[in-house]
């Protein structure tokens, strides 16, 4: 199966860290017309619209031709994000607290 050049550059920007190399290729990108509203609804779909807007926001140095609501929604993805991760961990400090004052010991796991 072949990836469109939609779907290469969503994976190369999850790299976790934006190495040299990654920068690099992502470079290759900038020359190429993508469609944005495809990349938009893909990080959708995954869940990665938080992680995309902070990888291109951190790579204003690339010449891609992002569209500006494209960047807004990605943006607005990123901030609705990061308050729900707040208030998910306020809850979980307040459960840690009640399980700590009542000496009850527990194991976080993760993905449950």
Excluded at 29 to 42: E, G, M, Q, T, V
Excluded at 59 to 72: K, Q, V, W
Excluded at 89 to 101: G, S
Aim: include cysteine.
């Amino acid at each position: 199966m072949d990836n469109s050049n939609e779907d290469k550059f969503i994976f190369t920007l999850t790299h976790q860290d934006l190495e040299q190399d990654v920068r690099e290729k992502l470079k290759s990108f900038s020359n190429n017309c993508l469609d944005w509203h495809y990349i938009l609804n893909k990080s959708h779909l995954n869940r990665i619209s938080p992680f995309l807007y902070k990888h291109l926001n951190s790579t204003n140095e690339y010449s891609f031709s992002l569209p500006r609501g494209i960047l807004e929604e990605l943006e607005k993805d990123y901030y609705a994000n990061l308050a729900r991760n707040i208030v998910i961990q306020d809850r979980l400090n307040n459960l840690l607290r009640a399980f700590r004052e009542d000496k009850i010991k527990i194991i976080l796991l993760k993905g449950i």
